[in-house]
Nanobody
Framework: QVQLVESGGGLVQPGGSLRLSCAAS????????MAWYRQPPGKQRELVAR???????NYANSVKGRFTISRDNTKNTVFLQMNSLKPEDTAVYYC???????????????WGQGTQVTVSS
């Protein structure tokens, strides 16, 4: 079994900052990509940022220059530093990891339970 547990969400004023964390645990052989997605109210889930095992990153245009994704491979943890937050960043944020549970398994995607981020004055 693999678990992804997110933390760090909450209520913040426009212009403020939050840092999300997601720790993967369980039967993990290796983790490839890790990513953050978000689902605003009434909208579809969208990719926010992705980071490869080697540290290459890509971002949604809407968050470039404001959000930074990073990871600690020794702790199977991914972070999302969110600065200059806007009301339109309000969403449930989900952690995603593509990983193998053994040397013989295929690569599968796993999701966290989500953490609410609300940007409002």
């Amino acid at each position: 079994q693999v678990q992804l547990v997110e933390s760090g969400g909450g209520l913040v004023q426009p212009g403020g900052s939050l840092r999300l964390s997601c720790a993967a645990s369980g039967s993990i052989f290796t983790i490839n990509d890790m990513a953050w997605y978000r689902q605003p109210p009434g909208k579809q889930r969208e990719l926010v940022a992705r980071i490869t095992s080697g540290g290459s990153t890509n971002y949604a245009n809407s968050v470039k220059g404001r959000f930074t994704i990073s990871r600690d491979n020794t702790k199977n943890t991914v972070f999302l530093q969110m600065n200059s937050l806007k009301p339109e960043d309000t969403a449930v944020y989900y952690c995603n990891a593509r990983l193998m549970t053994s040397a013989w398994s295929s690569i599968n995607a796993y999701w966290g339970q989500g953490t609410q981020v609300t940007v409002s004055s």
